[in-house]
């Protein structure tokens, strides 16, 4: 998680210079969710993402330098300096792409599952989203099919409660339960603190041992919430944003998943305040030279603008 958060805080810092000309949602602040899923995965299972994706990309083992290429439009990026913050792919590390259209890759990732199942691989397909994508009908589409062929899939619902800057209570009639419209579908579905890296990669062994035996796919709810502003680097308030109370994004920051996990570290005895500090330090320190040195990379020759097209 350290990896995670110190990557997306120099990108933040480094993103206001203006020489990263692509879209960029960060996810600070839901690294847990990202990291729990992600570590209870096996090498051959693939992952898919949408937009906020940086997370899920480098908890899967995706390469900064790599990432960083991308967003500076770099040779050297994941895509090839072609895709920018919302299209990465490492198909390599089983990350297939990220997908900034709600709801594509909950349907490609049933798509691959399909193929699992049709090929007897004891393999798991993983579609990160937020809460948002269930208000798309593509959604139940791919969900329902999953279900009914007890595909090898695993949902994991990033509920961060605002989609852009609209809150749950203007998307969802009152009362609403996300878990319980998955229920409806037969698809096992809970909820989880998706600020505690434990509760979700605990969540998440058992959905992937459900899914990898044969039985059916399961929906993972992780209540989280994004720290930035929906899509750039600055905080809503730093922007005069007023569409969320300043007292409720306080009260997520004191939840913050990075610290939480330090301390139950250091309460356990398995590392002391200070090893997690130099731990920090040290990973701060590579992050930033590992993004200066993908600035520094060379562009895309303008002969390759239709390689790949």
Not at 20 to 35: I, K, L, S
Not at 177 to 182: A, G, I, Q, V
Not at 227 to 234: A, C, L
């Amino acid at each position: 998680m350290l990896r995670v958060r110190m990557t997306e805080e120099t990108l933040a810092t480094r993103y206001t210079e203006q020489e990263m000309r692509t879209p960029t949602h960060f996810g600070t602040g839901q690294e847990a969710v990202a990291v729990g899923v992600c570590s209870a995965l096996d090498a051959g299972d693939m992952v898919y993402t949408h937009h906020r994706s940086h997370n899920h990309f480098i908890a899967r083992g995706g390469s900064v330098y790599e990432l960083a290429a991308e967003l500076y439009g770099r040779i050297d990026g994941c895509s090839l300096g072609r895709g920018g913050s919302v299209h990465l792919t490492d198909r390599d590390k089983g990350f297939m792409v990220s997908s900034a259209i709600l709801a594509e890759t909950v349907a490609t990732a049933v798509g691959t599952a399909l193929a699992y199942a049709m090929d007897g691989e004891a393999k798991v397909a993983v579609c990160f989203f937020g809460e948002g994508t269930l208000d798309e009908g593509a959604f139940y589409e791919a969900i329902n099919f999953a279900s009914i062929r007890k595909l090898p899939v695993v949902f994991a619902c990033e509920n961060n409660l605002y989609a852009t800057e609209s809150p749950l209570s203007v998307r969802q009639a009152p009362g609403s339960d996300l878990c319980d419209r998955l229920r409806a579908f037969k698809v096992t579905s809970e909820r989880v603190d998706g600020n505690d890296v434990a509760a979700v990669y605990d969540a998440a062994v058992r959905a992937v041992q459900q899914a990898r035996s044969g039985g059916g796919p399961v929906f993972l709810e992780c209540m989280t919430y994004r720290w930035r502003e929906h899509v750039g680097p600055m905080f809503d308030h730093d922007a005069k944003r007023s569409y969320r109370d300043k007292a409720e994004f306080d009260a997520w920051v004191a939840r913050d998943p990075v610290r939480r996990s330090a301390t139950r570290l250091i309460e356990q005895g398995v590392a002391t305040a200070a090893e997690v500090e130099v731990w920090a330090a040290e990973t701060k320190a590579e992050i930033e030279a590992t993004v200066e040195r993908a600035r520094q990379a060379p562009w895309p020759a303008v002969d390759t603008l239709f390689e790949n097209a």
